[in-house]
């Protein structure tokens, strides 16, 4: 079992940054790929990124790509999002998400049913 949590949400203008936090509660240093996704209000829960349990392979959803960083503190068993340039339609609920696993492909990555473990989420909102 593993629990996360996570934090950084919040309320800025369009344009601006946030950094989120998901605390995990034990490694995931070894075997664990880490994602996050979004739920906008009214919308489905998408995709925004994954890692691998080294860090050393991301995927990004196209609507993320290049304003959004995945980075991983495996000695504080944190992963962390930052998030430059939001717009309001980047408002939603971010959750992040955990799977133990030596598999890792995009096309699996970006599924809710791919990860076992999930956080409560932090509230996002962008103002214009």
């Known amino acids: 079992q593993v629990q996360l949590v996570e934090s950084g949400g919040g309320l800025v203008q369009a344009g601006g940054s946030l950094r989120l936090s998901c605390a995990a509660s034990?490694?995931?240093?070894?075997?664990?790929?880490m994602g996050w996704f979004r739920q906008g209000p009214g919308k489905d829960r998408e995709f925004v990124a994954a890692?691998?349990?080294?860090?050393?392979?991301?995927y990004y959803a196209n609507s993320t790509k290049g304003r959004f960083t995945l980075s991983k503190d495996n000695a504080k068993n944190t992963l962390y999002l930052q998030m430059n340039s939001l717009k309001p339609e980047d408002t939603a609920v971010y959750c992040c998400a955990a799977k133990r696993t030596t598999l890792f492909y995009a096309a699996n990555v970006s599924t809710r049913l791919y990860y076992d473990y999930w956080g409560q989420g932090t509230q996002v909102t962008i103002s214009s």
């Open positions: 890692t691998s349990w080294s860090g050393k392979t991301t």
């Open positions: 034990k490694d995931t240093s070894v075997n664990y790929a």
